[in-house]
């Protein structure tokens, strides 16, 4: 359902993606393209996931909003790319401020013996 304005957000997405392989961003997203597609809440809409080894890994089917999103990002092969290789927190606030972090992975220090 809202895969149509997810698809039109994806080209900054995907820099916006890249970006935050270096520091946390946030990309202010068009109130009212969410609006034409129905959604009028005075609170706005909020969630988050993460996203890592290409899949995801947290349960968003109750949020179409999110699993909308989510379907886009896997689906598009750059993306895919970006996601296999490293992790991805993805959050909406109610100000339409969608915030992506990458998720640095641990670093194995070996043992001295």
């Known amino acids: 359902m809202y895969t149509n304005i997810w698809s ?9 993606m890249k ?4 520091a946390e961003q ?3 997203l068009n109130a009212p393209d969410f609006e034409r597609a129905g959604m009028k809440r005075k609170s706005g809409y909020k969630f ?3 996203l890592k080894a290409g899949k995801l890994k947290n349960v968003i089917i109750d949020l ?15 993306v895919n790319e970006l996601i296999q290789a490293n992790e991805f927190y993805i959050a909406l606030g109610p100000k339409y ?17």
């Open 97 to 113: 401020e969608l915030t992506i972090r990458h998720i640095p992975q641990p670093v194995a220090v070996p043992e001295e013996k």
């Open 48 to 50: 988050s996931f993460n």
């Open 8 to 16: 039109k957000y994806l080209p900054i997405i995907r820099i916006v």
């Open 26 to 28: 946030i990309l202010t």
């Open 19 to 22: 970006r935050s392989l270096a």
């Open 64 to 78: 179409p909003l999110a699993s909308s999103l989510a379907a886009v990002l896997i689906e598009d092969k750059v």
